[in-house]
């Protein structure tokens, strides 16, 4: 039985990368051929990664929780927590796949080769449960992250560029730095370290010195976007191609997330003492601090990216209150809206290059009364909003509620402030859609409009916006199609936290060591 999942897999990851290898040395390849190769490239997955998480989701043939499907020696393997990500990663990448196959760009075929490489590399990090392989897979798709902003993006790329650079490098080896630490002290071969192998045998360790959590915490909440480390989101996204924001903010970001909860909440007790509180503060300035800047922009983008590092924030109190409580219930609800958030992300930022493909800026005062002329494009955007905010039928419903009910045996000062952010969030998101698409159109788009009429979306546009609004749908009508792999990772992550935290002599029954390793070819 695993053989044929653990086929899926490996292809589902390589077949972007082994796709872009042949575009970037074929840059002369014929435009037809290579947008067909392309198209490949960016559809294997989105088939494959969602008919692995329905394997994996079903009782008859799922393994066990951190019992992994993979072959080789490198060890492409699933988890609960990778398979609901891998298949939500996939759809984005063909959202974007089918965007960038629509830009007319100079070097095409290298622009979409790196496109390709960034989403193999995004899939590796959820397609493995090695943590140096992990690792790897993110650096291997940040490099083609920071070359497509700084050649391909728009205005402001070069300094956006280099802040991501900068701060993404100091992230990363911040996090490898408590990553290798934390694999030396549970004693485990590096070529061996697997995240259950670690999370397992650190509940021996007599001692893991409380840095090693802090390097871990905020190394990967820097790569996550967590409070105050996050000035590089906004404006990279801003400055980036639409292809790549929908797959940094969308996918990409979550391996911060992914590997917080995996390693850093499992094993290094990220919520306990003086390291907890920092982690709280830091989580509510997400939720709060950044939700009244979003307040304060004008242009839809870079509201858009501040948007999507004020919504990192319930997913971090979700993590916090996990590990403070001893339940999983808020580890279930952020790992869910690790997921919606992905689609809906991306989803709007897609639509959101559609108005300025039409209307020429992402200025809101220079915007307006779009509804009237494409109202294909006004409901589209209207359901991503309404995605976003959290409305009921959409995926982000069940994650934001469910880390708002995790947080009720919390402070009551607590819960009002995160309660806020539901009100801060629907002013900036509903004042946005007003004001591109209802009411007047400016004097601007007048004129735009009499020099050259634009039409609504295009069949590409629909297409991908359909894919990432529908998936939401899906798991917010059928949420168990994420919770079904979701929940076992929680119940255990949430047994190894009280574990390591309370009584780390032994090993408990639930603990992945008994669980069986990655079956090898």
């Known amino acids: 039985m695993d053989t044929f999942p653990a086929t899926l897999l490996a292809l589902a990851v390589t077949a972007p990368v082994l796709v872009g290898l042949i575009l970037l040395a074929g840059r002369a390849l014929p435009r037809s051929f290579a947008s067909g190769l392309a198209f490949g490239g960016f559809a294997l997955p989105a088939v494959l990664a969602p008919w692995l998480l329905v394997l994996w989701s079903d009782p008859a043939t799922a393994p066990q929780q951190f019992r992994s499907v993979g072959f080789w020696g490198f060890g492409f393997a699933l988890n609960g927590l990778g398979a609901p990500l891998l298949a939500m990663t996939s759809l984005v990448g063909f959202a974007a796949g089918v965007k960038a196959l629509n830009q007319e760009v100079e070097g095409r ?37 920071f070359v497509l902003t700084l050649f391909w993006g728009g205005e402001g790329r070069r300094p956006a560029a280099m802040q991501m650079a900068i701060y993404l490098t100091a992230g990363a080896m911040a996090s490898l730095a408590g990553i290798l630490i934390a694999v030396d002290v549970a ?39 967590l409070f105050p480390l996050h000035s590089w989101a906004a404006p990279g996204y801003s400055a ?39 982690f709280l503060w830091f989580a509510l300035g997400n939720v709060l601090l950044v939700g009244l800047i979003c307040l304060a922009q004008r242009d839809l983008k870079q509201l858009l990216a501040w948007s999507s590092v004020a919504h990192m924030g319930p997913v971090f109190l979700g993590i916090w209150v996990c590990g403070m409580s001893g339940k999983a219930d808020g580890l279930d609800a952020a790992a869910f809206l690790m997921v919606a958030h992905g689609l809906s992300c991306a989803a709007l930022f897609l639509l959101a290059n559609a108005v300025r493909a039409r209307a020429g800026t992402y200025r809101l005062d220079e915007l307006g009364g779009l509804a009237a002329r494409t109202p294909v494009l006004a409901a589209f955007f209207v359901a991503a909003t309404m995605a976003s905010v959290g409305l009921p039928g959409f995926g982000n419903f069940w994650g934001e509620v469910g880390v708002f009910l995790a947080l009720r045996a919390q402070p009551l000062w607590l819960q009002a402030v995160v309660a806020s952010t539901v009100v801060i969030s629907a002013v900036y998101a509903l004042r946005a859609v007003a004001a591109t698409f209802f009411g007047p159109a400016s ?6 409009w009499a020099v050259a009429p634009f039409g609504d979306l295009g069949w590409a546009e629909r297409t991908a916006a359909a894919v990432l609004l529908g998936a939401s749908l899906a798991i917010g009508f059928v949420p ?42």
Not at 187 to 194: D, N
Not at 256 to 265: E, K, M, P, Q, R
Not at 501 to 507: N, V, Y
């Open 240 to 278: 980036a191609p639409t292809p790549v924001s929908m797959l940094h903010a969308g996918a990409l970001k979550k391996f911060g997330l992914y590997v917080i909860i995996l390693l850093g909440l499992s094993s290094l007790d990220i919520t306990g003492g003086s390291l907890g509180t920092w």
């Open 109 to 145: 075929n290298t622009y979409l080769g790196l496109i390709l490489f960034m989403l193999g590399g995004t899939l590796g990090v959820f397609g493995t449960n090695h943590i140096m392989g992990c690792y790897f897979f993110h650096e291997f798709a940040l490099i083609p992250t």
């Open 443 to 448: 004097e601007a788009l007048e004129k735009r």
């Open 187 to 225: 004693g485990v071969e590096y070529g061996a370290a697997t995240f259950e192998n670690v999370a397992s045998a650190l509940q021996d360790a007599k001692h893991i010195p409380a840095a090693v959590g802090a390097l871990v915490l905020f190394g990967l909440g820097t790569l996550a976007s």
């Open 480 to 521: 168990s199609l994420v919770t079904k792999s979701v929940n076992p990772v929680a119940a255990d992550v949430t047994t190894f936290s009280q574990h390591n935290a309370k009584a780390p002599a032994k090993p408990s029954a639930a603990a992945p060591a008994k669980a069986a390793q990655p079956a090898q070819r």
